[in-house]
């Protein structure tokens, strides 16, 4: 994708990594965080987990891998390493394949999210740039490159699964800015950007292994906690947090995802004038359509999407938007499939979940805007931005849920920062919602 970059801030506790298109639109925000309690299983980790339940109805079982909730192992991805990659798969049951009590090397495939625990599978996969390796499939010792640094990685991964009870978390999966590197550097970004000096030999270290050919493209960012705002990311974050999205052409889409699936609402909104409805329809959208690829990827919106677009009687209209739909996605690395159009003139569509949605990691649950969490960290940023201006800081003010967070869930990261700005106090103010807060020196 020609002219798209990448931008990554870095703040003690929270990594932010964003992709932008040419146009400066951001297209996939990642966010690896160290705070807010127990870090839940992301996808790739592998776990020594034990089966704690069988369940013949679901053709399923309930694994414990160390989580609040138990992770879901599918039959199909139940069968033990020696029978992968046999024509059982099709057919299995899940009582042929484990046992309550038993322990089972599994890898997350999709991770928790609310009240539903991570997918598991014990068909593990390492994965690289341009292979992946596969411990069930016949190993080839010519292999070189790539293929032979995944094999060394699990031959060290082996002797853990041995030696550890479960439940364990065995190897971590790649982290937030190695899995963007990694899996989108054929996108040739024309800009590499990271505002941190310490971070930047990671950086190195993942452009030498996946595309060294970017490394001269890495530039370092001395503005202070500002990259992302003179980039105007800050703004687009905050929109992608909210339901209602502007169109281009005076048009608006609501997105609204529920526990069972993810509505969404075309509008053609009050500016809209054409004195043909099919027309008009059909333009609103088209446009709806091509942001509608856009918000799905940068929002990680995943499972079930119904879209109700703006009636049109024409079926080559209908198609158009179809395949508008369709072939927008081909840049996003989530599995879509669109279904097409209902007898109630909806859309149907899935995509495949491969993360925490962007909601779920920055909204306060129900929706209430940011999460005293996000808040928190929004205020370290401040605090390092402030410091670069040689402005006082010496007290924050926010509310008391925020104010607890910065006590507890990121103290470690809130001390860092002191080491740099000096002290500074903390004071809750009930009258303050979580988005509110205040910097300033102390009385």
């Known amino acids: 994708m020609a002219g798209c970059s990448l931008f990554i801030n870095v703040i003690p506790g929270e990594t932010r990594i964003a992709l932008t298109d040419a146009e400066g639109q951001l297209m996939q925000l990642a966010i690896d965080r160290d705070g807010g309690g127990q870090k839940r299983p992301a996808t790739e980790n592998i776990y020594l987990g034990r089966v704690l339940q069988v369940v013949p109805g679901l053709n399923a079982a309930f694994v414990d891998i160390g989580d609040t909730t138990p992770g879901f192992l599918n039959a199909n991805d139940a069968l033990p390493l020696r029978l992968q990659g ?46 992946d390796y596969l411990p069930a499939e016949p190993d080839d010792p010519a292999a070189s490159g790539e293929a032979a640094h995944l094999r060394e990685r699990w031959s060290e991964i082996q002797p853990r699964l041995d030696q550890a009870t479960a439940p364990s978390l065995i190897a971590a999966g790649a982290g937030a800015l190695e899995a963007i590197i990694r899996d989108h550097a054929d996108k040739g970004w024309d800009r590499i950007v ?44 905050d929109m992608a947090l909210q339901p209602h999205c502007p169109l281009p052409g005076g048009g608006s889409i609501i997105i609204e995802p529920t526990a069972a699936l993810t509505a969404i609402d075309v509008n053609a909104g009050p500016g809209a004038a054409n004195n043909n409805p099919e027309v008009l329809a059909t333009a609103v959208n088209l446009d709806a359509t091509r942001e ?13 999407i119904v879209i109700d677009y703006l009636p049109m009687r024409k079926k ?51 929706g209430g805007g940011k999460s005293a969490l996000t808040i928190a960290y929004d205020i370290i940023r401040a605090l390092i931005k402030e410091s670069f201006h040689s402005n006082p800081n010496g007290k924050v003010t926010a509310s008391p849920a925020v104010i607890n967070v910065l006590k507890n869930d990121v103290a470690g990261s809130l001390q860092e920062v002191q080491l740099k700005v000096g002290a500074v106090s903390l004071e809750a103010d009930p009258m303050l919602n979580n988005d509110a807060f205040r910097i300033g020196p102390t009385a």
């Open 86 to 131: 046999t024509n059982r798969i099709s057919a299995t049951k899940i009582s042929d394949c484990v046992h309550e009590g038993e322990a089972v090397a599994v890898q997350v495939l999709t991770p928790p999210t609310g009240e539903k625990g991570a997918r598991v599978s014990r068909r593990i996969r390492l994965r690289g740039r341009s292979v």
């Open 194 to 237: 990271i505002d941190n000096r310490r971070s930047l030999p990671v950086v190195k270290g993942y452009l030498s292994r996946y595309c060294p050919d970017l490394i001269d493209r890495l530039d370092h960012d001395e503005a202070g906690g500002a990259l992302f705002e003179r980039e105007e990311l800050e703004e687009q974050i």
């Open 292 to 304: 509608l690829a856009r918000q799905l990827r940068l929002r990680d919106l995943g499972g079930q």
């Open 316 to 366: 080559a209209n209908r198609k158009k938007v179809l395949d508008a739909l369709r072939s927008g996605q081909a840049d996003d690395s989530a599995e879509a499939y669109v279904a097409g159009f209902t007898q109630l003139g909806l859309v149907e569509m899935t995509r495949h979940r491969q993360g925490i949605s962007l909601a779920e990691v920055l909204a306060a649950p129900g």
